[in-house]
Every structure is written in C-alpha cells, then in structure tokens.
C-alpha cells in the first residue's frame, strides 16, 4: 500500500530565504508525481508534474525533483515571498495496467513565509 | 476551456438529510474522482469513475455514500442519512484518460463543495 509523508509539517521562513519541502513515498512504482498548493478554503492548484521517467521539473522559481528508487521528491523554492504561504501538498499516482489510477496524496507541509 | 466545475460550493444539511454533490470534468475529460478533506486532515481518496462505470471505489465508506457518472451529465457523489462526521470539503478532479501514452498523467481539480452538517 502506497504511504506518502511530507516533512516539516509546518515551516516558517523570512521573505527572500530558499527553500526545500521534502515528500516520501513506499512504493517505487509509480507513474508520476504532482506538487499541488492549497489556500485555505480553496482548492487545489497544480504547480509541477514530474514523470516517473523524469528526474526534475522547473517553472519559474519553483523546480521539483525525483529520486524514484529513493522514493524522494523535493520541491524548491527559490526567494520565497509572502505570496508563497499556503499549503504544499505531494501526490503520487500508481499505474495498474489501467485498473486504478488514483493520487495518494501526502500529509502536506504548511508554509509561512514572513514579510 | 473551462476548468473542472463543482457545485455547490458550500451545502448545510440536516443530520438525516440526504447531500447532492455535482462535478462536471473539463471539457474533454472522461475520467473523474473523487476526494474528500475532513478538518485538519489530507485528501482521501473516495472513487475513481469513467463514463457509466465505477473503476476503482476503495475509498468509500460502505454505506450511505454513492457516486455515478452517467453517460451525459455531471458526475454526483450521494450522501444518504448524513451525519456530522460527514462535514467535509469534497473535491473533484478529472484527467482526459487513465492509459500510459495517453495523456501526461496530470488531475486537474475543482474548487471543491463543503458541505457541513448540522
């Protein structure tokens, strides 16, 4: 059964600071892995899709990266603004021939980034 | 091209009463799931549906809830009888298929219902 756990579970940076949000998952074998963001009472806008042949992902001053034997991504963000403060989540989805298709989605790091 | 469409956005019900949620995927999608957020708590995974068939529905509880996603129409997730532990946001997402070569893999999701239960 595929796990997925985000670290830290919160995190509260100054503005301008780079920044590293981790993701693990169980099982290697997935098909790819989404980075989200949540506002609160919002949904979910998709930031960066990463293929399971992929090793990383950029757009803009986010890039994310994919270590599948590890079962590790990271996502980046470089000169964080206080724009940036909401929840990041990690999902991953597993490919079953077709059957199932579903994201896991991990804990969610909830990120603060002070003016 | 109009994103992923859920109505209503927030819905109070009644313990006992019964909650319609409706999700109408983007255009040219047929594949639909759905997830729920309980307070303070991660996405879970409830269903995963194509047109008129039910794929993957491990996520459900075993009574009271229900989802379909007729050949025309949007897709609605029932909830029978509710009861307070249903309050949630419920989100919907969509992909264009569910097949490797096909399409990138990527869900694409609404803005969710919160249905909160009195």
């Known amino acids: 059964k595929q796990e997925v756990t985000q670290i830290p579970a919160a995190l509260s940076v100054p503005e301008g600071e780079n920044l590293v949000l981790n993701c693990s998952f169980t099982d290697s074998a997935i098909y790819n892995l989404q980075w989200f963001r949540q506002d609160p009472g919002k949904g979910l806008t998709s930031l960066l899709l990463?293929?399971?042949?992929?090793r990383e992902q950029t757009s803009g001053r986010l890039n994310a990266s994919l270590d599948k034997s590890s079962g590790r991504s990271t996502l980046y963000i470089a000169a964080s603004q206080p724009g940036d403060s909401a929840t990041y989540l990690c999902a991953v989805r597993t490919y079953y021939g077709g059957a199932t298709n579903k994201l896991i989605f991990g804990t969610g790091t909830l990120l603060a980034v002070q003016p | 091209n109009a994103g992923v469409m859920q109505n209503p956005r927030h819905l109070v019900r009644r313990r006992g009463q019964e909650a319609r949620l409706r999700c109408s995927p983007m255009k040219g999608h047929s594949h639909v799931y759905w997830y729920r957020q309980l307070p303070e708590e991660g996405l879970k995974f409830m269903v995963y549906?194509?047109?008129?068939?039910?794929?993957?529905e491990s996520g459900m509880p075993k009574e009271r809830f229900s989802a379909e996603f007729p050949k025309e129409g949007p897709s609605i997730l029932r909830i029978q009888q509710v009861v307070r532990g249903d309050s949630a946001a419920y989100f919907c997402?969509?992909?264009?298929?569910?097949?490797?070569?096909?399409?990138?893999?990527?869900?694409?999701f609404g803005e969710g219902s919160r249905l909160t239960v009195l």
């Open positions: 990463i293929q399971s042949s992929q």
């Open positions: 549906l194509q047109k008129e068939n039910i794929i993957d």
């Open positions: 997402a969509s992909s264009p298929s569910g097949h490797r070569g096909s399409d990138t893999g990527e869900l694409f």
